[in-house]
């Protein structure tokens, strides 16, 4: 297993068709089949990753007015048409003969192109998602004063709505099944909706605290698995039950028949059978004081992220690992190829105050040098400008943070201003966080030498 070094303020892995993207501030990285990462062509803060409807596309949309596809390792880049420069996204689903493309031009509502029979119909929703098509209907959730599902004909009218009274309603949505999560005052439920059938087709109460959203379900033979807050819970096809009442799940992702499952303060992944009641094969475990918070999956190749143990705050020094599922059944132990950091950390003091100093090594690797000086970075602001609990340097700290690259010369202009870009991005991450110290903002100063 292969773990990376990463920075934990706003790093995830995008999964794209059979790919794996590795989104790391402005870079993006391409994971491959033998689990290394490549650094992409294009390193702007406004590129978006989008699946389209051909599985092996990756399209990135880019302020510079260009349209970049993937197809495999085949790369085109084309002009972009003049009206596509605001669009934030654009999601194409297909149902048979029908294809649905989901379109956002912040602030104003989605808009939904219809395409039928070469006809293509927009359709403007304020706060609503397009959930899915069915032969001759559409359903949609509103989310207005009420929380409602509603099933338009072809023509685009209503033929049935149905209504949640509750103050809060979070869902997820898994082929034709909506897994809903609904409270009013201090009494919370939980539900599976068929849109086809139209109706709810499982009912639970729920205890789940802190509900900000209902976590992708994901499916393995006849079982669904979904959490909301701290609680998780499981589809058979016939009833709903809570699972695993004693521990948390921190994150999950469904394989052809086993589940991989991660728990709040456990280091440890493991692999469970699709009832949920058993172990199987080997635990994934990185290095120790990292444990997991997000898994997910591409075919037979696996990623998680580490983060250190006890933390419950995004940021630091991140592990991102690697695997596929034969390592977990092999009779070889799992080995964990801890990538070796390519910079150094010390405190300077001034007095009985400090600052920090951090020498990057040169690095041939261009995307190794910028994912781990973004990590080296966030780590620095958050073991001591961040103010949390668990900070017991901040009182000191002066605010200030130097950065010495050597090797400078193996840089391009333009990769040194990237560099510099993305480290102010980590900073900007903090609300540009200021010294208890001096009371002035964080700063941030960068070498090349």
Not at 10 to 17: A, E, M, N
Not at 69 to 75: N, Y
Not at 357 to 368: H, L, N, P, S, V
């Amino acid at each position: 297993m292969n773990l990376f070094a990463v920075s934990g303020s706003h790093t995830y892995p995008q999964v794209v068709g059979s790919c794996f993207y590795l989104k790391s501030f402005y870079y993006y990285y391409r994971v491959d089949g033998g689990q290394e990462l490549h650094l992409t062509e294009f390193t702007k803060e406004d590129i978006r990753i989008f699946k389209h409807d051909t599985d092996d596309v990756a399209i990135y949309y880019k302020e510079a007015n260009l349209l970049a596809t993937f197809v495999g390792d085949r790369k085109s880049v084309v002009p972009k048409q003049e009206a596509d420069i605001f669009i934030d996204s654009r999601e194409t689903k297909s149902f048979g003969d029908c294809s649905v493309s989901v379109e956002s031009r912040f602030p104003d509502p989605n808009v939904y192109l219809f395409k039928t029979a070469n006809e293509l119909t927009p359709c403007t929703f304020a706060t609503s998602w397009f959930l899915l098509a069915v032969i001759d209907c559409f359903y949609f959730f509103y989310d207005y004063s009420v929380h409602e599902v509603v099933k338009l004909n072809k023509d685009f009218n209503e033929v049935a709505r149905k209504s949640f009274k509750s103050t809060w309603t979070k869902f997820s949505q898994l082929d034709n099944l909506l897994f809903i999560y609904t409270r009013s005052g201090t009494h919370g439920d939980v539900a599976v909706f068929d849109l086809e059938r139209f109706d709810s087709i499982a009912a639970l109460p729920s205890e789940a605290k802190s509900v900000s959203i209902v976590v992708q379900p994901e499916r393995v033979d006849d079982s669904v698995l979904f959490s909301c807050g701290d609680k998780s819970y499981c589809w058979d096809g016939n009833a709903l039950r809570e699972t695993f009442t004693d521990k948390p799940v921190a994150a999950y992702v469904g394989k052809s028949n086993f589940y991989y499952i991660a728990f709040k303060n456990d280091p440890n992944i493991y692999a469970y059978d699709s009832n949920l009641d058993r172990t199987v094969g080997k635990k994934i475990s990185a290095s120790v004081g990292f444990m997991p918070a997000r898994i997910a999956a591409v075919n037979d190749l696996n990623c998680a992220i580490f983060r250190p143990v006890g933390s419950r705050e995004i940021g630091g020094l991140t592990y991102f690992a690697t695997w596929k599922d034969d390592e977990l059944f092999s009779e070889l132990d799992i080995d964990c190829l801890l990538e070796p950091l390519i910079y150094s950390e010390e405190k300077i003091y001034v007095g009985e105050y400090f600052f920090v100093k951090i020498a990057m090594q040169g690095c041939d690797e261009y995307g190794t040098l910028a994912r781990q000086m973004m990590a080296a970075v966030d780590d620095a602001m958050f073991k001591y400008a961040f103010t949390g609990e668990q900070n017991i340097y901040s009182d000191k700290f002066l605010g200030k943070i130097e950065v010495d690259v050597e090797k400078s010369e193996l840089l391009s202009s333009r990769q040194q201003k990237e560099l510099k870009d993305a480290c102010k991005e980590v900073f900007r991450f903090y609300m540009y966080a200021t010294s208890k110290v001096t009371g002035k903002a964080c700063s941030l100063k960068m070498n090349f030498i």
